[in-house]
């Protein structure tokens, strides 16, 4: 089979790599489309490499067909359209999966925009509502709101009755996230985000903050969040370590939580697999209905992927960007 090697963080080649097979508990799937994270862009520079025993090819999520099943896999069929949560070995033409990382396609979803699913669905709902506990008539802010993240979360929180609010760089990007649902409005580049989302909360506050920033935004993130709220930290975008004041998180009786998606293991509590289950439960349906649907800001042939992490990397898309691996 062929897949994508990192040579170098700008330098991704298409190569023959040896075949896979299914171990018993697993699912060999046939890529049609697999989903670009920053993730991969971090691995790819050599500063995040994957969980023991995970794959080298870079990829977390993919869009394909059911092409083996291992012996204790009685449930899927061959050629039956799935996509799947990974923990490495995307960016191929075959990925083994565990059985309980694997998920059916939603109806009104196309099958290689289905690649764009598995990881800002996981991410959102085991943080946003697992983990924060994010209900109806509670406030949530979303840094990044335009990123597949963020665009992902604000249809989740609006299906869930909750108000949003975004922070984005650009008109464009905030336009979209207004198309999507969220209310409030805030250009970082423009605005304070703590004083404009005092503003719009009459002084409250959010009850939950997602945060992809990390430290540079630790101490605004705290003024900004409500009492009993919860800040969940999921990237370090600006930064890993900050001074943290706990005078103003007693406070406000609040937590701050960060989290990882790729290290949990397969099955048991905070696994993956619960985590997929759940997803599969309440998000599925909330796609089917129309209240969610995968935003993609653009789809490169698996040839281009240097192209496509660049163009990620710049930050001038919004949603998800996809590589098609097949047609």
């Not at 012996?71 to 565990?98: K, N, R, S, T, W």
């Not at 423009?190 to 909360?201: G, K, P, Q």
């Not at 997602?210 to 990237?235: S, T």
């Amino acid at each position: 089979m062929h897949a994508i090697v990192a040579e170098s963080a700008d330098r991704l080649t298409w190569h023959e790599v040896p075949d896979i097979s299914p171990d018993k508990r697993e699912v060999l799937i046939k890529v049609t489309a697999a989903g670009i994270n920053r993730a991969d862009l971090l691995q790819a520079a050599g500063k995040y490499p994957p969980p023991p025993g995970a794959s080298e090819i870079l990829g977390l999520e993919v869009s394909g067909t059911v092409a083996e099943v291992g012996e204790l896999v009685d449930d899927l069929q061959i050629g039956q359209p799935v996509c799947a949560l990974l923990a490495g070995g995307g960016y191929a033409e075959y990925v083994a999966v565990p059985r309980g990382q694997v998920m059916p396609v939603p109806d009104t979803v196309e099958l290689v925009h289905a690649a764009a699913l598995p990881e800002v669905a996981c991410t959102v709902w085991s943080n946003l509502v697992m983990t924060a506990g994010l209900s109806a008539g509670k406030v949530v802010l979303l840094h990044g709101g335009a990123s597949g993240i963020g665009t992902h979360a604000i249809q989740v929180a609006r299906a869930l009755d909750a108000r949003v609010a975004v922070t984005a760089g650009s008109k464009a990007k905030l336009d979209l996230c207004e198309e999507l649902g969220a209310e409030i409005l805030i250009n970082y580049r423009e605005e304070d985000f703590v004083e404009r989302l005092r503003e719009a909360t009459d002084g409250a506050g959010a009850d939950v903050i997602l945060d992809i920033i990390g430290a540079a935004y630790l101490d605004r993130n705290l003024d900004a969040l409500a009492n009993d709220g919860r800040l969940v930290i999921i990237g370090m975008q600006g930064g890993a370590k900050a001074e943290l004041n706990i005078a103003k998180l007693l406070g406000k009786r609040g937590g701050v939580i960060a989290t990882a998606l790729r290290g949990r293991p397969v099955d048991g509590p905070n696994s993956k697999s619960e985590v997929v289950s759940e997803v599969i439960a309440n998000v599925w349906p909330m796609i089917a209905d129309g209240r969610v649907r995968p935003i993609i800001g653009a789809e490169f042939p698996i040839e281009q992927a240097s192209a496509a992490h660049e163009l990620l990397n710049s930050g001038d898309v919004s949603g998800k960007v996809l590589l098609r691996v097949t047609d």
